[in-house]
């Protein structure tokens, strides 16, 4: 028997995914795509988005049905100045309640981008609400409020970024790092871009600062990043700092690659409110080799990639990072933005490695295959995201099977199975977990 079932259904009305014709690229982290039409005076533009879930879960055929709807719009005053402005309607209906469980309906709306955008020869700015997105998206990938500002000097780019994160469409939302009460950071579903649905970063000020500088066809990157927490009692605060080396590019023409090293500091509080001292890391890395052969019929791609959070053997739960541990430095990777770990298997990248491998082929002009499978294991002692993985040893096996095909330029199909089994540090008997996803997006 399988434990759990997701199946989700999307239609996206235009087309507001990475254009690619990988099913999970390495670009597939896109935050806002463009809508293909060059910004001049007086052009304008606008479009709705439409993004249905329905979820199965244990002891329950159809439980849970949760729609986004999202109207947008666009519009140039000027030649090089853009306003981009979007609305998001939530709906969060029980269809039937899980045998043990239950859950409420909700229904609201939230105004997720108003922002002004201005482009210069050599230097752009942007302000208002609008998704901020940091190297490959770990570090911070969500709506929040401020500005950004990039400067180009030749080969080099210099970039820097203040804004505060809030609880956009609750105002009854608790503030710190838990947000809503969803304690569970972002995690990508592939086939789907990546604000579709953010969790909460609470309400928090940050300030970043990125260095990066093209050699050839590989870029170099350096980002800073600072994090203030606003909440009003200061024995649950905390005040995160991250600093990241990056690199991204291509290499003897068949080799696309991508790593990103993390160092996170700053201070929390220990499971008695006493101050502690962050130290903690993780990394993230990414490997695809055009393979030389069938290259005309199948032209395939070899992906690998590692992925690694440092963890901290006296915390209880890595769900959150406040007051957790028992005292001394805090040594678990804690993060504001996304990472994918495969669509059956629900964790985040803390006390936990990831291994994985893949082959990706392209049959036709407009549609690509994948074939991933992954490997789990802790980091070291102590607990990950899912409370039921107490014992030591392997966390769990995972296969991935993903179709994306584009075969109208204006209509998109996505198709995604999922499929884990537990490892050694799971309890016998804990029962697999199988995931479906289908997405299909109108472009016009």
Known sequence: MFKKLIL????????????????VPLSSL????????????????????????????PGSKVSLYNG???????????????????????AQEVIQQPLGGSFASEYYGALEVFS???RFSSASLSYGRQFFFLGQGLLFSNF????????????????????????????????NVEGCGSYQVYRLTPGLSADQ??????????????????????????????SQDLIEDEAYAYHPWYAALGAEGIFLEQFNYLAEFLYQGGSTHSHNGDPASISAFAFV???????????????????????????????????????????????????FGSYSLGLAYSSVLSNMQAVFAGLL?????????????????????????????????????????????????????YYGFGWFTPGEAYPSGTEDAMAHLVSLSLSF
Request: one cysteine or more; proline letters at 5%.
């Open 285 to 335: 890395s990414e490997l695809s080799w055009t393979l030389p052969f069938w290259e005309d019929s199948l032209r395939p791609d070899l992906i690998t990639g590692y992925a690694y959070g440092s963890g901290d053997s006296d915390m209880a739960t890595t769900a959150y990072p406040v007051r957790t541990n028992t005292g001394g430095s805090q040594n678990a990777f804690s993060y």
């Open 8 to 23: 989700l259904f999307s239609v996206s009305l235009p087309l507001l995914s990475a254009e690619n014709d990988s099913p």
């Open 68 to 90: 986004y709807f999202r109207p947008w719009f666009w519009f140039s005053p000027l030649e090089s100045t853009r306003v981009d402005m979007r609305g998001r309607f939530t």
């Open 30 to 57: 896109s935050p806002l795509a463009e809508t293909g039409r060059t910004a001049t005076g007086g052009a304008w533009d606008l479009g709705l988005v439409a993004t249905n879930a329905l979820y199965a879960l």
């Open 144 to 175: 929040a409020d401020g500005a950004a500002y990039k400067q180009l000097f030749g080969l080099l780019s210099v970039s820097v970024s203040a804004f505060h994160s809030g609880d956009y469409g609750n105002s009854l939302c608790a503030i």
């Open 116 to 118: 002004v955008s201005h």
């Open 197 to 226: 649905q953010p969790s909460s970063a609470g309400s928090r000020f940050f300030g970043t600062g990125e260095l990066s500088v093209m050699l050839g066809e590989s870029r170099l990157y350096g980002i800073g990043l600072y």
């Open 361 to 413: 082929v392209r049959p036709l002009e407009r549609m690509a295959m994948e074939l991933r499978g992954f490997y789990y294991a802790k980091a070291g002692d102590g607990a990950i995201l899912d409370s039921a993985a107490t014992g030591d040893g392997s966390l769990g096996y995972a296969l991935d099977a993903t179709l994306s095909w584009k075969f109208f330029p204006d209509l998109y199909l």
